[in-house]
DNA sequence: CCGACGATTTCCT
DNA sequence: GGAAATCGTCGGT
């Protein structure tokens, strides 16, 4: 795990470089729509395309791990931009993003879904219940379809197993939206991003009012 | 120290 | 549509 990118490779199959992420998390979450994820692992390599994402900052997202402030866990998403910022939630489940913009500035981009184009079945030998098309739709089914844990949490993307290609494989209307309930200076601010017509996409439920029953 | 709950997924009705 | 699974993290005593 860990290799370099070979060298003579393919102007197409180059990744993008630093300066990509060095900047404003709603930009970049635009930006990688359409792009292919590269991942090598000792099993082989899967590559998928993004077609959702979710910008999150520091102190202006409500949302954000790092709104209030700096802590052992979202300790990554202060350091600099191309790393990976891996985190566990509901007691099972991993989440990669994107750290972007200047270090000292928490900003990441979620990993939300994408559509697997290669590697398919070392992808579904991770997910076995899984059709095609849900191999890595959703944050949760995305890392695993990757092989991705905690181990991958600072992982540097612009020269490590992971990888965005600077190439974009499709184009398409990119579709944003703001979270439910949150709101910012000037009107909602579109934090999501995501692909017009992609089925993998699919209605997503939107806000997400956590269902509480009796506890 | 304690308790609430989460950047979710899956299964059940 | 609704709830369970499952545990680390964080804020409040």
């Not at 993998?200 to 506890?215: C, K, Q």
Request: include cysteine; aromatic fraction near 8%; proline fraction near 7%.
């Amino acid at each position: 795990m860990g290799g370099h990118w070979p060298a003579g490779t393919r102007l197409s199959n180059r990744p993008l470089p630093r300066r990509f992420y060095q900047r404003s998390s709603l930009d970049v979450a635009r930006d990688l729509l359409g792009r292919d994820v590269v991942c090598e692992s000792a099993e082989g390599v899967v590559r998928a395309r993004l077609v959702e994402v979710e910008a999150y900052q520091g102190a202006d997202d409500p949302g954000s791990h790092a709104f209030r402030g700096q802590t052992p866990r979202n300790a990554t998403m202060f350091g600099p931009a191309g790393h990976l910022y891996v985190y566990f939630t509901y007691g099972m489940h991993w989440c990669a993003n994107i750290v972007c913009g200047a270090v000292g500035v928490a900003e990441a981009v979620l990993l939300r879904a994408a559509v697997v184009t290669d590697g398919r079945d070392i992808a579904g030998s991770r997910r076995p219940a899984s059709t095609a098309r849900d191999l890595a739709r959703g944050p949760a089914r995305l890392t695993k379809a990757f092989g991705i844990d905690g181990s991958w949490d600072g992982t540097d993307i612009v020269r490590g197993s992971f990888r965005v290609l600077a190439t974009p494989s499709i184009g398409g209307t990119v579709r944003t939206g703001p979270r439910v309930g949150v709101s910012g200076p000037g009107g909602p601010t579109p934090w999501r991003y995501w692909l017009d017509g992609v089925p993998e996409v699919s209605s997503y439920r939107p806000g997400v009012v956590r269902t509480r029953s009796g506890r």
